[in-house]
């Protein structure tokens, strides 16, 4: 025999002496070593003795509490196999002690609470006598602190003594994603315009048992539901201001904003991927990006912004493939540009762009004076307009469309030809030149594969400008991967839940700030978003609804509510409809939203806005706007105004905007009213 087996056999000799002991403390048969296996187990029952499960419902092994006592073996204590043996005396006891509820642990509850709490709080050595110096706002702050750090790999817990002190850059902005620790797989349809990426990546939502499309537009959300409509898949529509909630649906179609990131899905997508380096929004696909819970994750968008989509895939703890597009039909710069003074020679079936509302309307009154019709699309009409005019351009009732840089996100219409009015435009901040990313996006309109089945090019010209601008932005590394360098990242309801705890403040503008100094990004991938008319609100919020949760607050500041100078009307509805909420009270239609005086096509905008203000409220906080219904009405009745307007061959003319600067030439802050929750 070894020194090895001879050292075995005296352990198990040793275990059966104590077992033996035992046994005869509880009146059991003895045992001798061969009865005892090398874990220290009783491999053989005898007399006296009971086999007890230590399994759970699955089968899997547990820790037994109620063996916490018996002394025979260390492994008895506590164990993790499937079952043992114990003597039926002594087990018969714990199951009376258990019946009677006689505690197991000396110290009174209250003690015992404490002691506890210490632990999860890792107050460390005295943490009982800290615990009972802190008060509950700091017991709270510290139970949120140990949560922080348990969810971060760099975050490091605060002395006890320091909470207070909270360095910048606490926490990783992905520590509030759970989809980030769940398996998901990326698919980036990638190419230029009218390549079919869209196309095809409907075609495998379609496949999916539960899916949804984020667009970036109402307009294509719309076209994403009757797409899928057509696929013979059952989808619902939701958008800020539109629910059509089909029953039994699989599949549902929204703007980005309403991404739910709770819900489960098979399949998403998300279109015009670029959109994460916008400034104004970018925000949001970051969030879709890092937040959905799916499976696979389609996703659409230009070429150049598969670098920085590749780094974000790493970060988002997914796995990517790629597959290339190009376009379907080829796409022509023409040679000279045409006259301003001379629009007759736009042909039938053109669109030509511009950046501006009143830029629009002065082109509509000189083609209509020159006996062509004209459709227009841009922000401050409502979408039920814009598919009207859409729709009277595809069914040649209007022989040119008029539109802003909208119809650049992909909207599917007939156009041939394409002109550019101007090639400047206000982006909020500045009047300057159109990057060559959005001269591509924009004119790559022309030549719709799919309403022009002989497959002839589409036409990009100006209109009294250099046609070697276009010449430039259609060149071979026009656009480069430099362009897309890091995405915008803006806090989520989750963030700002967090942090508002963290600080025992209510206060949307305080907690907003907070985000900015405090979050931190584990890479150079992803930039702090600016939030401008969103801080605008919440400036707003905190002043009339100073009492409202946190995320009371960050539903209304998201809220279609234009804060120009030129809007005061809209920003009266939206005060009144902030003082509901706060006073939770009622509020009349006729006094949110009185109806113009006089309806002339500014003024019926206007009412337009302030009553799918009051109907995206109403979605929101359904008791204290009860009258959706009929609010929707007098839209639809305005609306149908607005459309008789504009398929009159009437001249529109708009008065001269309050404002003491000239750059409303080129003013397109207008058209944001399409982008919200």
């Known amino acids: 025999m070894t020194v090895a087996e001879r050292r075995a056999r005296f352990r198990l000799q040793l275990e059966a002496r104590k077992k033996n002991r035992i046994a005869a403390k509880y009146d059991a048969a003895p045992y001798s070593h061969s009865d005892v296996n090398h874990y220290g187990d009783v491999s053989v029952i005898k007399n006296g003795w009971v086999s007890i499960s230590m399994t759970d419902s699955r089968g899997a092994p547990v820790r037994h509490t109620m063996l916490e006592g018996f002394k025979g073996s260390e492994r008895w204590g506590w164990t993790s196999v499937k079952s043992a043996v114990v003597p039926k005396k002594w087990w018969e006891e714990k199951l009376e002690k258990r019946k009677r509820g006689k505690s197991r642990n000396p110290l009174p509850p209250e003690e015992l609470k404490e002691r506890r709490m210490a632990r999860v709080l890792k107050l460390g ?353 026009a656009v480069k991967t430099d362009d897309y360098t890091a995405a915008w990242a803006g806090p989520t309801i989750e963030h700002l839940d967090t942090l508002s705890r963290l600080m025992g403040s209510d206060r949307l503008t305080d907690v907003l700030d907070f985000f900015t100094a405090h979050v931190s990004f584990s890479s150079s991938n992803l930039q702090m978003a600016k939030l401008g008319d969103i801080r605008k609100n919440a400036r707003t919020v905190d002043a009339v609804g100073p009492s409202l949760s946190i995320d009371a607050k960050w539903q209304l500041a998201c809220a279609p509510v234009s804060t120009g100078r030129d809007d005061l009307d809209e920003q009266q509805t939206y005060r009144l409809i902030l003082e509901a909420v706060q006073n939770n009270q009622t509020i009349a239609l006729d006094k949110a939203c009185p109806p113009p005086v006089n309806e002339n096509l500014l003024n019926l905008e206007t009412w337009v806005k302030q009553l799918t203000l009051y109907i995206w409220t109403a979605f929101r906080f359904e008791k204290n706007f009860p009258e959706r219904a009929a609010a929707e009405a007098l839209r639809n009745t305005a609306n149908h105004k607005i459309i008789q307007l504009l398929s009159s061959g009437k001249a529109v003319n708009l008065p001269e905007p309050v404002r003491s600067y000239s750059r409303i030439d080129y003013h397109s802050w207008e058209d944001d009213d399409e982008y919200w929750y």
Request: aromatic share 6%; net charge neutral.
């Open 125 to 477: 050595r005295g943490g009982v006598k800290r615990l009972r110096k802190m008060t509950p706002e700091q017991i709270a702050k510290r139970s949120l602190l140990v949560e922080l750090e348990e969810r971060s790999n760099t975050f490091l817990l605060p002395e006890p003594d320091d909470d207070s002190v909270i360095p910048d850059g606490f926490f990783d902005y992905r520590l509030f994603f759970g989809a980030i620790n769940r398996k998901r797989h990326i698919h980036f349809f990638a190419g230029p315009t009218n390549s079919g990426k869209t196309w095809h990546a409907h075609n495998e939502l379609a496949k999916g048992k539960r899916g949804i499309y984020l667009a970036p537009l109402r307009l294509l959300a719309l076209e994403g539901q009757e797409e899928l409509t057509r696929r013979g898949v059952s989808c619902s529509l939701l958008t800020g201001e539109e629910q059509d909630i089909l029953p039994g649906a699989t599949h549902t179609a929204a703007t980005i904003e309403m991404l739910d990131p709770q819900r489960e899905y098979d399949v998403a997508v998300i279109d015009e991927i670029q959109m994460l380096c916008d400034e104004s929004r970018g925000h949001s696909w970051t969030r879709a990006l890092f937040g959905v819970r799916a499976g696979k994750i389609l996703l659409t968008g230009q070429t150049e912004v598969i670098p920085l989509v590749e780094r974000l895939a790493e970060e988002a703890n997914v796995t990517l493939e790629i597959t290339h597009h190009k376009r379907l039909v080829p796409l022509e710069i023409a040679k000279k540009p045409i006259a301003d003074d001379d629009l007759t020679e736009v042909p039938p079936g053109s669109a030509i762009v511009g950046f501006s509302r009143r830029m629009l309307h002065e082109l509509r009154n000189r083609l209509h004076a020159g006996g062509r019709r004209a459709a227009l699309i841009y922000g401050p009409l409502g979408p039920h307009v814009r598919r009207k005019e859409a729709r009277r351009f595809r069914e040649g009732k209007a022989h040119v469309l008029l539109a802003t840089d909208a119809i650049g996100m992909g909207l599917n219409l007939p156009i041939q030809h394409l002109y550019f009015y101007s090639l400047k435009k206000f982006d909020g901040n500045d009047i300057r030149y159109l990057t060559n990313a959005e001269i591509r996006q924009i004119g790559g309109r022309a030549g719709r594969f799919s309403k022009n089945g002989d497959g002839s090019p589409g036409v990009v010209s100006v209109v009294g400008a250099d046609i070697s601008i276009l010449e430039a932005a259609f060149a071979e590394n």
